[in-house]
């Protein structure tokens, strides 16, 4: 391996590695609650995508880890500055969503309408996206944070007009926040073979 400097930083080798961690969990956490609505009947078998591509996920976080230590450390004042501001926030929002889910659950359930629950988390975890895009500044957060808050509101829509019953709500809720997750994975990992790739060339 060459003595030349990497484009991109360890820290932010990990923070891919580690963003594919998160999108795993997540993702098993909505495949599960899809499974919920499911049970029962023969389309749980589809679910199987996505503890598949979890694991995948991990796999590939697992390696990122691993060469992250080939890749230089931030050394100047901008960049240091500018890691610590993105940590700052992305604490802030994740509180915020938390606290978002918090008081989201509590207005549906003293509205006398529990059944709201599943969307109601959906739709904060797709708001939140939206501050996560500025301040990454990744154009698929757009995307996800769209889609989400959609699969949200129309869960709002057809569980309170009666098209769907509690099941139907879990299966559409969790599939269509674990294919968000799921995509967000794929696409880290894609980030995470062209940082791989660095490490080939700077071997050739």
Not at 139 to 157: E, H, K, P, Q
Not at 187 to 199: A, F, N, P
Request: proline share 3%.
């Amino acid at each position: 391996m060459d003595n030349e400097p990497h484009i991109i930083p360890g820290a932010a080798v990990r923070g891919i590695a580690t963003g594919m961690i998160m999108m795993s969990v997540f993702t098993m956490i909505w495949a599960a609650i899809a499974y919920q609505g499911l049970v029962g009947s023969n389309y749980w078998l589809l679910l199987f995508i996505f503890p598949v591509l979890s694991i995948v996920f991990v796999i590939n976080a697992i390696k990122l880890f691993r060469i992250s230590k080939y890749f230089p450390k931030l050394t100047s004042e901008a960049d240091l500055a500018e890691e610590k501001r993105m940590g700052k926030w992305f604490g802030i929002i994740f509180g915020a969503e938390g606290l978002g889910i918090f008081i989201g659950i509590n207005i549906v359930v003293n509205l006398g309408h529990p059944e709201l629950t599943i969307p109601t988390i959906a739709l904060v975890v797709g708001l939140h996206f939206y501050p996560m895009a500025k301040i990454f500044k990744r154009t698929i957060d757009y995307y996800l944070a769209t889609w989400s808050t959609i699969i949200a509101i129309l869960a709002f829509v057809f569980t309170l007009n009666k098209t769907f019953d509690q099941s139907e709500t879990f299966a559409f809720v969790g599939i269509g926040l674990a294919i968000a997750t799921s995509c967000y994975g794929i696409y880290m990992m894609i980030r995470g073979w062209q940082v791989r790739k660095q490490i080939t060339i700077g071997k050739a």
